[in-house]
């Protein structure tokens, strides 16, 4: 709760509207736990944080012949760090001295400050070890696509995702809307139309506007939660990801996510 209250306080400065009662936030994860470490750890599973740093936070190694890379060891960063600097990491692509590299920060610089308080409490909740991990190097080849705009730090994807894609599309969408763009967005691209693959030759993600309205209701709650897709199909990745992150939403929030991306879908024809 430490951190909780003054978060709250910090959203509130910047929205210069607290005070006047009326910003209450626009939508945050269903709330399953008062337990703030525990709706942390529920809400950091959806995100990716627990995947891609590990089921213990203390880091996994990412490198290969491009370079070095190890997704950091958070309970080492949370010993370290403020709530206030762990926040502005998760949400800049930065670190003090440095700018991220393969963090997908772009997608979580709209999290409300009551969700990321939790992330931050289930951080703390773990035990604090492993090891302090190499800093990032840059091969030749990933070099080369740092010159060209192939390649981003998580600094620069920042900077360059557009606050108001996907669009909002009202208070009724607006649950939809939050988890879209902290989940989905990562692969399918901000405007959930496919975005670039990751790296030139990748096959390209579905545009989620096409495909989620072909979905019945019931076989899209069967991919989210067990990541089985329509016709009973295996569809790599996809079905990965909703084993691991996306079999935590709760029913009302993948209804939700199908909600959104169907009205995003009919506002555009
Ligand atoms: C797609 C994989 C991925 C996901 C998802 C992800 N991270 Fe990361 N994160 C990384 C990588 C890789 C780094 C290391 C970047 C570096 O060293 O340049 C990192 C770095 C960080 C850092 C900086 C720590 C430090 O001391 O250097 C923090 C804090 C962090 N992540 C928190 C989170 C949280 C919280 C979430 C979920 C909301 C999350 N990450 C989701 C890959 C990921
Ligand atoms: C980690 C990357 C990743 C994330 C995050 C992700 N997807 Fe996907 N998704 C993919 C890939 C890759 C495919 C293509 C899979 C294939 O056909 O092999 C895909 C395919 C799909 C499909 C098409 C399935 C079919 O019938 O063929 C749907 C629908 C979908 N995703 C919905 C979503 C939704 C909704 C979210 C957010 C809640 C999401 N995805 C988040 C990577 C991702």
Redesign the pocket.
Known sequence: MRGMAWLVGAACLALAACSAGEAAPTAVFDRLSIEDAAHGER??AV???S???GKDLR?TD?SDELGV??????T??AA??SDAE?VA??TTGR?PG????????HI?TQ?EPVDLAA??AF?RSKPVGGDV?P??TFGPELQEMMKDGTYKS?AREVAEADASVPPVLGPQRALGRYIVR?TCA?CHGLDLKGGTPPFPGDKPRPDLTMMVPAYEPADFTKLMHSGIAAGNREVGLMSEVARSRFVNLTDDEVEAVRGYIVALAGSEK
Do not use: D, Y
Request: hydrophobic share 45%.
């Open positions: 809400v950091a995100l990716g944080c995947g891609c740093h880091g990412w890379l190890w997704t950091a060891n958070l080492r960063s370290q760090h762990l990491m998760i670190k440095r700018e991220l590299h393969g963090m997908p920060s979580f999290l992330i931050i951080i991990h800093e990032p998580s902290a990562e």
